[in-house]
Structures are given as structure tokens and as C-alpha cells.
């Protein structure tokens, strides 16, 4: 939840400012939400009291975010021209998360590093775990595997330092995609069912988001282990939470979550008009990550079909995106399904070309256990992070054990791949 909203009722300036957004957040709550977008709008146009107009524009934002309307929330910034460094935190945190939404990751970190950088109040130190949080998704939305663990792990300190549940939760669903990407099938279910406890066990008064979250991370993790009875049903209550509140992210999530368990069912006729409504909504919303993995979901659907010319233009598309945001990981997929397809097909220098592609993608990942020097992420593995957030196969730590980092200590020598 924004720090706007957290503290609305207890630091509002002008009575009558404070009725009219205390107001606005009824309607909204209400899921009367153009009601509540005008409301605010007014007081924005009629406040004298610079704290109110803030505080309307933070409910501004934070609904423009949950209806993923991210470029509208990119337009909502003020907080630059006001001296207090509580505001200037804040308002370079939500230019970060519109970026990140965005997949503009560059510019989120950046946003980032400003914000860790300011030295305000208390508020301000408060809003330290959501920023680690977003330099994280950030990271990971660039492959950045190490950064990204390191930020995550930041954000949990502050978050139990803190007291603040909501920011564990959302802290446990990014770890949950996080360990999806490196195959780690256990923990990527572990964490999203931590944060699924912590709604249960605090969330009474929290808004459902925080459930429907949780129940989508669980959802692709059943789907990952192949449990897909539990997939359908996780993903089937968070979309219902997601149409109830008009959280447009979250419903072009779940439905490429539906086509992916059908296509897993090896269904393709249910896969194909999901992966499209899905489409529909990424494209509007602007999350091009989202329209690189459906475009990685149709390519494998063409290849169950034998559809080799149709499956190597969708993974051309999910390329481009993927190399235009800097995600990797999904580059690394394409060279991967595209090498089969050159392969059973004897198309010989095509083949060649995508081997050395693969291998330099590998290699700009450091997908590899510093230890035996195998592949991570290529199959389900238990992994385990080290205190410096370099990531080992949990067989290798336990078989050889370890006095410091092997990565670390040898970060001067070129690795060597298996």
C-alpha cells in the first residue's frame, strides 16, 4: 500500500481537503473509480494546502497503477517541485514503479538509486523496502540474477524491520517469480504460500489484491510442478478477485497463465484465444514482458502442432521484445527452442548460428554453479543462495561445503561452462 494512502487520515491538512479525498477513497473502495478519479481531480484544481494536493495525487497514482494505466501515472509527477523530502522520495518512488511496469528497467534503477540516495525523515526511510523492492523486479526484468536477489533480500529487512506485512508479502511474491525463472519449482511455491499466510493471518483489513496476488504466483508454481488441477484453481480465484476490482494486470496475467496450463494439458484450441485476450490487455497496458512470454507460449503451442514456420515467427517477435527491454532470460528461451527447430529440420547454419548465440547468452547470464560448473535454470534444481546472493545448487553446498563465495574469490577468472 502507498504511503499515501497509509497515512491520509492522520497527516490530512484543510479539513475540508481531507473530507474530499477520504471521500474519493470511499468510492474507490466502493469500485466506483471514475467517481473517485474526478474527486481527487477537484481537489487537485481547488486545494490551497500543498500536503492535501499531494496526497490526491498519490491516491491518483496508486489507482492509475492498480488499473494499469502506467503511462497516465508517468504524467502524475509534482513532487519535484515541493522542498519536503518525504514527498521527493515518493514521487521519484512512483516514477520508478511506472517504469517499472513499464519495462523500462534502466530508468527504474536509476529512479531507485535517487530515491536510496535521499536522506529524508522517517517516512521517507520507510519507503526504502519499496524501492528495494522495485530496483529488484527491475533487476530481474534484465536477468540480473545476483542484484536482484540482493535487492529482495533488502527489502525484507526493512520490511521485518519494520513491522510492515504487506511490504513481506509483496516482498515473498517476487521471490516466488524470481526462483520460477531459475527452476527452483519448491521455493517458487514455498514463497508465494508464505505470502498467502501472511494475508490470511493479517490481510482482514488489507485490500484483496494482496490475496489475488498470491494465489496468481501460486499458480504458475503448480503449473511449473505439474500439478495443474491446483494451478487452475489458484489462478481461477485470483481472476475472480482481479474482474471484482478491475485489475486490468492482473486479469492479462491470469489469462496467460490459463493459456500456459492448457497448452501444458496440450490443449491449443483453449491455449490460443487465452494467449490472445491476454495479448490484448499487455498491448494496452504497456507491459511488454507480459507480450514476450505469449509470444513465447504461442511459439511452443505452433511447435506442438508442428507448425515450424509459424513457431519460429512468434519466437522471432518474443526475441525482439525480449532484446529491446534487455530480458535475456526469455532470449536465452528463443535460442533454445529455435536451435530444436533448426535441428530436426537439418537447417545446418542456421543451427550454428543459434548454438553461438545460446552459448553468449549463457554467458552474459553466468548461468552456471560455481561449484561443479553446471547449468542453473536449465531443469527443476534446488538452489541455495550464498550471504553475497551468488546462487549454487543446493547438492554442491551440501556435498562440499564452503568457507566464502568460490564466485567471489575467483571473480577474476574467466568461467567455464558445461
Known amino acids: 500500500m502507498s504511503i499515501f494512502m497509509k497515512h491520509i487520515v492522520v497527516e490530512m491538512g484543510q479539513d475540508q ?29 481547488k486545494t490551497t494546502d500543498p500536503g492535501g494536493k499531494f496526497r490526491a495525487l498519490g491516491c491518483l497514482i496508486t489507482a492509475h497503477s492498480e488499473m494499469g494505466k502506467y503511462r497516465e501515472m508517468l504524467k502524475i509527477d509534482t513532487a519535484r517541485e515541493m522542498e519536503d523530502p518525504d514527498y521527493l522520495t515518493e514521487g521519484y518512488l512512483n516514477l520508478a514503479r511506472s517504469n517499472e511496469k513499464l519495462c523500462d528497467f534502466q530508468k527504474t534503477i536509476s529512479y531507485c538509486k535517487t530515491c536510496l540516495n535521499m536522506q529524508g525523515t522517517t517516512v521517507s526511510l520507510q519507503l526504502n523496502g519499496q524501492v528495494c523492492l522495485s530496483m529488484g523486479n527491475a533487476f530481474l526484468g534484465l536477468s540480473v540474477f545476483q542484484k536482484a536477489l540482493e535487492s529482495y533480500e533488502k527489502a525484507l529487512r526493512y520490511a521485518h524491520n519494520n513491522d510492515d506485512k504487506m511490504l513481506e508479502c509483496r516482498v515473498c511474491c517476487s521471490l516466488g517469480n524470481f526462483y520460477i525463472q531459475l527452476k527452483d519449482y519448491e521455493k517458487a511455491l514455498f514463497f508465494p504460500c508464505k505470502a498467502a499466510e501472511l494475508v490470511n493471518d493479517y490481510g482482514k483489513g488489507w485490500s484483496l489484491k494482496y490475496r489475488a496476488m498470491s494465489q496468481y504466483h501460486m499458480s504458475v508454481a503448480y503449473r511449473k510442478l505439474d500439478r495443474l488441477p491446483d494451478a487452475m484453481e489458484c489462478c481461477e480465484e485470483s481472476m475472480k478477485i482481479a474482474l471484482q476490482h478491475g485489475d486490468r494486470p492482473l486479469q492479462a496475467l491470469c489469462l496467460l497463465n ?8 496440450k490443449d491449443v484450441e483453449k491455449a490460443f484465444p487465452r494467449y490472445e485476450s491476454s495479448m490484448c490487455i499487455m498491448t494496452e497496458i504497456g507491459n511488454r514482458l507480459g507480450q514476450a512470454a505469449i509470444y513465447l507460449g504461442v511459439g511452443k503451442c505452433w511447435l506442438l502442432q508442428k ?45 550454428r548460428e543459434q548454438v553461438v548465440k545460446f552459448l553468449q547468452c549463457v554467458e552474459e547470464l553466468e548461468l552456471y554453479c560455481g561449484m561443479c560448473g553446471e547449468s542453473i535454470g536449465e531443469k527443476n534444481q534446488q538452489l541455495q543462495a550464498l550471504p553475497c546472493s551468488h546462487i549454487f545448487h543446493l547438492k554442491c553446498l551440501q556435498t562440499n561445503g564452503t568457507q566464502g563465495c568460490p564466485k567471489c574469490r575467483r571473480s577474476s577468472m574467466k568461467p567455464g561452462f558445461v
Not at 473530507?19 to 481537489?43: C, D, F, P
Not at 490459463?258 to 494439458?265: E, G, L, S
Not at 514456420?309 to 517477435?317: E, G, N, T, V, Y
Request: hydrophobic share 35%.
Open 17 to 45: 481537503t481531507k473530507q474530499q479525498i477520504e471521500k474519493g477513497l470511499r468510492l474507490y473502495q466502493s469500485n466506483e473509480t471514475e467517481k473517485a478519479l474526478h474527486v481527487w481531480m477537484k481537489v487537485l484544481e
Open 258 to 265: 490459463f493459456a500456459d496450463i492448457h497448452r501444458c494439458r
Open 307 to 351: 507448425e515450424d514456420d509459424k513457431a519460429l515467427d512468434s519466437l522471432q517477435r518474443a526475441y525482439e521484445l525480449s532484446e529491446a527491454i534487455g530480458y535475456k532470460l526469455c532470449s536465452l528461451k528463443v535460442h533454445w527452442l529455435t536451435e530444436g527447430v533448426h535441428r530436426s529440420s537439418g537447417r545446418q547454419e542456421e543451427l
